[in-house]
C-alpha cells in the first residue's frame, strides 16, 4: 500500500456526517437494489423459507428459532433445543451470534422472527461508510469518497455472500481492521479498539475472525518496531486482542464441539483461489468473458467487477508514473497480505482450473488446516488492500477531483458489467408471502404433532434425507427432532446416534413419544420388520415413509387443554 496523501484536516461536523450518511445510503440502496425491501419486516420469514435461496437460509433460521424459545445455558452460544444429541450451538447454525444474543435478550420488548434482512442491509451500510472513511485517508474530495464506497459495496466478493451465506457478508469488519492498520494510534484506546474488532468478529463468523487477527498482527508489529508508538499496551495487547476473540468464540459456544471441525465438504487445498479467478467474469460479468477457473463450491465469487480492475489497472499506471515504496509502517501490512493471499492459494495451486502441487505439507498440517478449507475466501481483504492502494495512488497522480471523475466512471462500469449477477440474485430474493405453509402438508403431520414430542429422521447426519422438510416442521410446531444441518457435526456422534437408532428399530424397542421419519430402504426395511400392524403405524405421507410406534388408540401428546 502506498503512503497516503494526506488531504487538508479532514472535514468534521455537519460535513462529515452529510458525506458519511450519503455513503451509508449508498450502501443500502445497493442492498435495495440487489435485495429489495422485502427481506427487512422482522415478522416475514418466507424469503428465507421458500427454498429459492438454498437450505443455508433455512439452517439460520432453524438456529435462531430454537435458540430463542430456550432458557438462556452456560455458555451463552449454547443450543441444546435444535438437533437433540447431534445439538452444539447458535455458533454452528451460522445465525450470527451477536445478533442472536441482542434479540434473545430483547424477547420481553420485541419479537423478531427473523434478523437477516435488518442485517444485509446494515452490511451494505456499513461497508460503504467504512470505505467512504478509508478513502478519506487520501482525499477531501466528496465525489471521490462517495464513488469509491460505491466500488467497496456493489461487489461481488460481498454480494455473493449476502446472497445466501448471510454473516460472511459482514465484511465491513475487514475494512475496520484496514482503518486501524492505516490511520495512526497506539495506546489503550488501540487496544480496546482491536479487542472490540476481535471480539465482535468471533461472534459474527470464524472465517473473518482470523483475517481480522492478521490485520492486528499487522498492525500491532508496525507499532512495535516505531520506536514513537511503543508503549505499555503493546505488552498488554498481545494476551488481551486475541483473549478476547477466544472469549467471543467460547460465549458463541464454538468449543461445543470437540471433532468435525475439518467439516464435511473438501478440505485444505481443495476450495482454493485460482490464479485466474480474479479475470474470470462468470456468470457475474456481461462485459468480461468467462473462462476456465477451478470447479469448487467457492469458486465463482473472487471475480470483483470490471470497475475494480480498470481501478486496479489505473492504479499499477499510477504507481508507475510516481514509483513510490511504502512508508515503512505499511511493511507488516503487506507481508500480512501476502501471507493471507498465499493462504488464499494454498500449497495446491490452481491455474485455469489445473491444479498443481507444489508443496507437499504433512497430513497434520493439512488436518488442522481444514478447518479453514473455505481458503478461497482470504483473498477478501487482499482485493479491499488492493482497491484501496489503488485509490491512493491515483489521488497521488491525479489529484482528489480528477480521481472523483474517474471513480464514477468506473462505478458505471461496475454496474454495467455486473447486470448479469445482479439479475441474478434479485431473482433468487424474488418476493414470497410473509409466511410459506409447511411442506409437509398431510393432515397426518399435524396430528402426529398432537401425538409425539420427538420427530428422527432415519438414518440422521449433515443434511440427511428428509433434514429440511422435517426440521421446519418441528420447529413450527414445537417438536425436538436430530434432523440438522450444521456448520460442523460431531462425525462420532453421527455414527453412534445412527447406531442406537437402528438398533431400536430392528428390536422394535420404539422411544416413547418419538415417530421416524425413514430416508432409505434400510431403515425402510427394519421397520416393516419390527412393527405391530395392531399397534404401529407404517405409511407415506407427501412422498415420505413414516414409522409411527403406537399410533392406534395412542392419546395425545400435546392436546391442547379444554
Not at 442472536?100 to 420488548?109: E, G, M, N, S, T
Not at 467474469?281 to 467487477?305: K, M, Q, R, V
Not at 462500469?413 to 411442506?439: K, T, W
Request: one cysteine or more; aromatic letters at 12%.
Amino acid at each position: 500500500m502506498m503512503r497516503p496523501t494526506e488531504p487538508d484536516p479532514t472535514p468534521v461536523g455537519l460535513a462529515a456526517w452529510i458525506g458519511g450518511t450519503a455513503a451509508a445510503a449508498l450502501g443500502a440502496f445497493v442492498i435495495y437494489v440487489t435485495f429489495g425491501g422485502h427481506i427487512l419486516p422482522p415478522s416475514d420469514t418466507g424469503w428465507m423459507l421458500s427454498g429459492r435461496i438454498g437450505p443455508d437460509p433455512v439452517q439460520y433460521w432453524l438456529g435462531w428459532t430454537t435458540f430463542a424459545r430456550d432458557a438462556w445455558h452456560w455458555p451463552p452460544g449454547s443450543n441444546p433445543g435444535w438437533g437433540m444429541e447431534l445439538a452444539s450451538s447458535i455458533f454452528y447454525s451460522d445465525s450470527i451470534p451477536l445478533l442472536a444474543f441482542a434479540f434473545k435478550a430483547l424477547q420481553p420488548v420485541v419479537q423478531v422472527d427473523q434478523y437477516w434482512g435488518l442485517w444485509i442491509y446494515a452490511c451494505g451500510a456499513l461497508q460503504a461508510l467504512i470505505a467512504w472513511a478509508l478513502i478519506g485517508r487520501a482525499t477531501a474530495d466528496s465525489l471521490a469518497r462517495l464513488a469509491g464506497a460505491g466500488l467497496f459495496v456493489l461487489q461481488p466478493l460481498l454480494l455473493a455472500r449476502l446472497g445466501g451465506h448471510f454473516a460472511l457478508g459482514g465484511q465491513f469488519l475487514l475494512l475496520a481492521g484496514l482503518w486501524l492498520c492505516v490511520v495512526p494510534g497506539a495506546g489503550l484506546r488501540r487496544l480496546l479498539a482491536w479487542a472490540a474488532l476481535m471480539a465482535v468478529s468471533a461472534m459474527i463468523h470464524a472465517y473473518i475472525l482470523p483475517m481480522v487477527g492478521a490485520l492486528w498482527a499487522a498492525d500491532w508489529l508496525a507499532r512495535a518496531v516505531d520506536r514513537e508508538r511503543r508503549g505499555w499496551s503493546l505488552v498488554a495487547e498481545v494476551l488481551l486482542a486475541p483473549v478476547a476473540g477466544i472469549a467471543g468464540l467460547w460465549a458463541s459456544g464454538f468449543f461445543a464441539l470437540s471433532d468435525g471441525l475439518g467439516g464435511t465438504w473438501g478440505g485444505f487445498g481443495q476450495m482454493q483461489l485460482d490464479l485466474l479467478a480474479p479475470f474470470d467474469g462468470g456468470y457475474w460479468s456481461g462485459l468480461w468473458p468467462d473462462i476456465e477457473t477451478a470447479d469448487h463450491l467457492e469458486a465463482g465469487n473472487s471475480y470483483p467487477g470490471l470497475g475494480v480492475l480498470l481501478v486496479l489497472a489505473l492504479g499499477l499506471v499510477a504507481w508507475v508514473a510516481r514509483p513510490c515504496l511504502p512508508s515503512r509502517r505499511y511493511w507488516p501490512l503487506l507481508g500480512v497480505l501476502a501471507g493471507l493471499l498465499a493462504i488464499a492459494i494454498t500449497h495446491r495451486v490452481a491455474i485455469g482450473g489445473q491444479v498443481f502441487e507444489v508443496l507437499s505439507l504433512p497430513a497434520w498440517v493439512v488436518s488442522h488446516a481444514d478447518a479453514l478449507r473455505a481458503s478461497e475466501r482470504f483473498f477478501w481483504p487482499v482485493l479491499y488492500a488492493a482497491l484501496l492502494g489503488a485509490c491512493v495512488a491515483l489521488v497521488g497522480w491525479l489529484g482528489g477531483r480528477r480521481v472523483g471523475i474517474v471513480l464514477v466512471v468506473a462505478l458505471l462500469l461496475q454496474a454495467a458489467d455486473l447486470r448479469p449477477g445482479l439479475a441474478r440474485l434479485n431473482d433468487y430474493f424474488a418476493p414470497q408471502p410473509p409466511e410459506v405453509p409447511l411442506r409437509l402438508a398431510d393432515p397426518f403431520w399435524r396430528e402426529a404433532a398432537r401425538h409425539y414430542t420427538v420427530v428422527r429422521v432415519v438414518p440422521t447426519g449433515m443434511q440427511a434425507p428428509n433434514w429440511e422438510e422435517v426440521a421446519v416442521y418441528a420447529a413450527t410446531l414445537g417438536l425436538q427432532t436430530d434432523a440438522v444441518y450444521l456448520a460442523r457435526l460431531d462425525p462420532r456422534a453421527v455414527e453412534a446416534l445412527n447406531a442406537v437408532v437402528a438398533q431400536r428399530l430392528d428390536n422394535g424397542f420404539y422411544e416413547p413419544r418419538t415417530f421416524y421419519v425413514l430416508g432409505d430402504e434400510r431403515s425402510l426395511a427394519l421397520a416393516r420388520d419390527s412393527m405391530d400392524p395392531e399397534r404401529d403405524m407404517l405409511g407415506q405421507f407427501d412422498g415420505r415413509w413414516v414409522l409411527a410406534p403406537g399410533w392406534h388408540g395412542q392419546t395425545p401428546a400435546n392436546a391442547a387443554p379444554r
